[in-house]
């Protein structure tokens, strides 16, 4: 398909990569930005209900997300430390931030929670394509 070989990819990379998002994640919304994220989202922590839903989706969401840098990195020819960071960083802004300015355009939800959501994926993306690219 395309040249793309799925099955050669460094799925350690993409796991390790996939679990490092996901722990910047702990760190971007507990002491980071946690309060002014629930604070944008209209909350405080009495209103979150414990659940091992929104973590599940997360970490899904995570891992589909680094599949898919890793899978154009490899078609573009892309390896190395610089560019896994400039790749991430441009999809991150590119299609992230920029999709979910559009949303928080039409939905209302205010830009401080879009600086606070897309500031942190575009963040992992950075961080899932410097870990890839290092790995490649």
């Known amino acids: 398909m ?3 070989d799925i099955a050669g990819l460094n799925w ?9 998002a996901f722990a910047l994640g702990g760190l ?7 309060k002014a994220w629930l604070a944008a989202l209209g909350k405080n ?3 979150i209900q414990p659940s091992p839903q ?6 899904v969401a995570a891992l589909i997300t680094c599949i898919v840098v890793a899978v154009l990195m490899q078609a573009l020819g892309m390896t190395g430390l610089v560019a896994g960071l400039l790749f991430g960083l441009f999809t991150g ?3 992230i931030a920029t999709s979910m300015a559009s949303d928080t355009a039409f939905c209302g939800w205010g830009w401080k929670l879009w600086a606070i959501q897309a500031g ?3 963040s ?9 690219g290092i790995w490649t």
Do not use: H, K, Q
């Not at 350690?12 to 490092?20: E, G, K, M, N, S």
């Not at 929104?54 to 970490?59: D, E, K, N, R, T």
């Not at 992992?124 to 890839?132: D, P």
């Open 93 to 95: 802004v590119g299609f």
């Open 12 to 20: 350690w990379a993409i796991l390790v990569a996939t679990a490092a």
């Open 124 to 132: 992992y993306s950075v961080l899932m394509g410097g870990i890839l």
């Open 2 to 4: 395309l040249g793309l």
């Open 54 to 59: 929104p973590f599940i989706v997360s970490a």
């Open 120 to 122: 942190y994926r575009v």
């Open 28 to 34: 971007w919304y507990g002491p980071l930005f946690g």
């Open 45 to 47: 922590e009495d209103d």
